[in-house]
């Protein structure tokens, strides 16, 4: 399976076992060109495409590759109308079988209004695309802050040995942020030495564990008492300090 940075989830988890051999599923940031030259170093087969969302940056390219591999294209029913030709519209609660696994799709609004993920039980895969990112979150293009932290709470309570697949690699970024906001997270500080560290070594931070995401992502931890008491908001419901966040970060 390919990860939406073109990773190969077969050599990164002891848990996306051996289906993944014989069976590709590209999953959304169809970088066109890209996609065929991996596909054609790895002697892979693509059988699934899945398009989270409609923005060009994760549909763009798709036509160039379904010129070369017959996939399956699966997205949102309700993004239908915007989205290039599916052949499968799904909507929350709808099943995916890709070989021996079966992944739940998750209706996750906020970045915008008809994002999906999907999740892999067996497998530990979180596909997360724009919504739950490494230490952070998509911005609300279209969706509310309710709407996105609606969606961030119901995947941060999935198993915590979860593998999160994000669309995109922002993480050094995110924890200049995230130290801002929760500066004496000892976790965090250590994420983000972690981080400056893998990205001067030129290695990935995508995937994370949703583990690691629950400990030191300021976007998934509105209830933390030092988040509170610095955005001085000891009362406000969880919503409320998601949205102060989000709000925090699209001006940092």
């Not at 209706?107 to 990112?133: C, N, Q, R, W």
Request: charged residues 20%.
């Amino acid at each position: 399976m390919l990860c939406e940075h073109g990773l190969n989830l077969k050599g990164d988890s002891a848990n996306a076992v051996p289906y993944y051999q014989k069976l590709r599923v590209r999953v959304t940031h169809i970088w066109g060109n890209r996609s065929l030259a991996i596909l054609k170093e790895k002697a892979w087969s693509l059988t699934h495409i899945l398009l989270t969302h409609h923005h060009d940056d994760h549909v763009a390219g798709l036509a160039d590759v379904l010129a070369v591999h017959r996939a399956q294209v699966i997205g949102a029913a309700a993004d239908q109308h915007r989205l290039p030709s599916l052949n499968r519209a799904v909507v929350a609660g709808d099943t995916l079988v890709i070989g021996s696994q079966r992944g739940r799709v998750m209706d996750v609004p906020g970045h915008t209004v008809g994002h999906i993920a999907v999740y892999f039980e067996a497998a530990k895969l979180l596909f997360s695309a724009d919504s739950l990112m490494a230490l952070g979150c998509g911005r609300l293009f279209e969706g509310t802050a309710e709407q996105m932290w609606q969606s961030l709470d119901a995947m941060r309570n999935l198993p915590a040995d979860t593998l999160v697949c994000s669309g995109h690699e922002y993480t050094l970024a995110n924890a200049k942020f995230a130290i801002t906001i929760e500066p004496q997270n000892t976790d965090l500080i250590k994420r983000q030495a972690d981080t400056i560290a893998a990205n001067q070594q030129g290695k990935p931070t995508v995937p994370s564990r949703l583990s690691l995401e629950r400990a030191t992502n300021p976007f998934l931890r509105p209830e933390s008492p030092e988040i509170r008491e610095r955005l001085q908001m000891p009362g406000a419901s969880n919503a409320k300090v998601f949205a102060e966040i989000r709000r925090l970060k699209d001006k940092f």
